[in-house]
């Protein structure tokens, strides 16, 4: 499995999930159809490679381009009726509309995809955990708090993107409006450099290989802060650490088999036990 952001931020967010032959996924799309088609291709893509698109939430972010390119490829969106309603409903060809439900797995490119309903400003968000026979791959932006239920179904990933929107202090020195900052800092905002720090310290495991700081605020952090309270929170784990642009997001990342080493039979057990949980 592999994985690639063709911009993260405020600006536009979208990830590509391939799961090599057997299909690839684009996950979220915030930017117009035709950006969205450039930056694909800078990511040696056609878009016509696509198996379907899902949509966390309706927010423009995440769903400008969604319907125009989807429409015009005939790819099937994947979304809550929430995020349909909201962001979709009159835009998008109905008969490419497949709805899921929060808090499901479901099929698809050959993944297991489990949709985990999470505490954000939307109608019905959720966010996402890719499973392949060999690789879990967690992506994990836009929620204001996480609760013991998103603690564990993103337990034992190989590979996480997680949200470090803002730094507390750059925030609330920063330019934005009382109001919006406290939207951004609320249980329904967005997750702190801290708080990714502290759900990392809750579902770091001896598999994961790559970690990646996403949606980071332009105005409200950096990227050298986000990395920073990662860092923090690594606590030993012998892991990558980087963090996506808006600009480009990030270039392929390919999950690889961990070695029996790093992944100890006492790992094994703990992973054996997370995975029944
Ligand atoms: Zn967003
Ligand atoms: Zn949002």
């Not at 009159?90 to 490419?96: F, M, V, Y």
């Not at 202090?169 to 919006?180: E, F, I, K, T, V």
Request: aromatic share 6%; proline share 3%; net charge negative.
């Amino acid at each position: 499995m592999r994985f690639a952001s063709i911009g993260s931020g405020s600006q536009g967010n979208g990830t590509l999930i391939d799961n090599g032959g057997e299909g690839t996924l684009l996950l979220d799309c915030g930017f117009s159809a035709r950006e969205a088609r450039n930056r694909i291709a800078e990511k040696s893509l056609l878009p016509a490679d696509l198996a379907g698109i899902l949509v966390t939430h309706e927010h423009g972010d995440h769903s400008k381009g969604v319907a125009t390119l989807a429409n015009s490829l005939r790819l099937p969106v994947h979304c809550t009726w929430g995020t349909y309603q909201s962001a979709l409903m009159g835009r998008l060809d109905e008969a490419l509309f497949h709805r899921i439900d929060a808090d499901s797995v479901f099929s698809l490119a050959g993944l297991d995809i489990q949709s985990v309903a999470v505490p954000h400003d939307a109608r019905e968000p959720c966010q996402f955990v890719f499973s392949s026979s060999r690789f879990r791959l967690g992506i994990l932006t836009d929620v204001g708090s996480f609760n013991r239920a998103m603690v564990a179904a993103y337990q034992a990933c190989d590979g996480l993107m997680l949200e470090c929107n803002h730094d507390l202090r750059m925030l609330a020195d920063g330019p934005y409006p009382a109001q919006l900052k406290r939207r951004v800092a609320g249980h329904f905002g967005h997750l702190n450099n801290q708080q990714a720090a502290d759900f990392l310290r809750q579902v770091a495991h001896p598999r994961l290989q790559c970690l990646i700081a996403t949606h980071i605020s332009q105005k409200n952090n950096t990227r050298a802060l986000a990395i920073d309270a990662l860092q923090q929170a690594q606590a030993g784990g012998d892991f990558a650490i980087q963090a996506a642009s808006q600009d480009n997001g990030f270039d392929w990342i390919t999950l690889q088999p961990r070695s029996n080493a790093i992944l100890s039979s006492s790992a094994e057990r703990q992973l054996a036990l997370d995975l029944e949980t």
